[in-house]
């Protein structure tokens, strides 16, 4: 059965994405520590379409993503989940790389809850 081009990533897929990228010993500058998270997502672009994704990290100023197909860089809306509550976010997605099993990982800036 082939897979949907679309369909959510799960989390073998992205344990596998996680681990061809590895630790660096680099010292990245940033403002915020990050967490990893690994919860079920979906991004709604610009034009209104639906991208269901994984996130892939979260600090309070923005968020990692894992997701199949390569999403447009600007302001999108990431909708995640809790068993109680659902949480909407404006993000400004300012990158957004290919990586293995032709699936892409992205990140960006929170502008705001929805």
Same mark, same amino acid.
């Given at each position: 059965?082939?897979?949907?081009?679309? /369909?959510?990533?799960? @989390?073998?897929?992205?344990?596998?994405?996680?681990?061809? *990228?590895?630790?660096?010993?680099?010292?990245? &500058?940033?403002?915020? %520590?990050?967490? &990893? @998270?690994? +919860?079920?997502?979906?991004?709604?672009? =610009?034009?209104?379409?639906? +991208?269901?994704?994984?996130?892939?990290? *979260?600090?309070?100023?923005?968020?990692?993503? @894992?997701?199949?197909?390569?999403? =447009?860089?600007?302001?999108?809306?990431?909708?995640?989940?809790?068993?109680?509550? %659902? #949480?909407? #976010?404006?993000?400004? @997605?300012?990158?957004?790389?290919?990586?293995?099993?032709?699936?892409? *990982? /992205?990140?960006? =800036?929170?502008?705001?809850?929805?």
């Amino acid at each position: 059965m082939a897979v949907d081009p679309w /369909s959510r990533p799960t @989390l073998d897929d992205l344990r596998v994405v996680l681990e061809s *990228i590895g630790k660096t010993d680099a010292v990245h &500058d940033r403002a915020a %520590e990050r967490l &990893d @998270l690994s +919860v079920p997502a979906e991004v709604i672009t =610009q034009r209104g379409s639906s +991208v269901p994704a994984m996130t892939r990290e *979260i600090s309070r100023f923005g968020i990692g993503l @894992l997701h199949r197909g390569s999403l =447009q860089l600007g302001e999108v809306t990431v909708k995640m989940a809790s068993d109680t509550r %659902e #949480y909407k #976010y404006l993000v400004r @997605l300012e990158w957004c790389e290919p990586c293995e099993n032709g699936m892409f *990982i /992205s990140g960006g =800036q929170f502008l705001g809850k929805q």
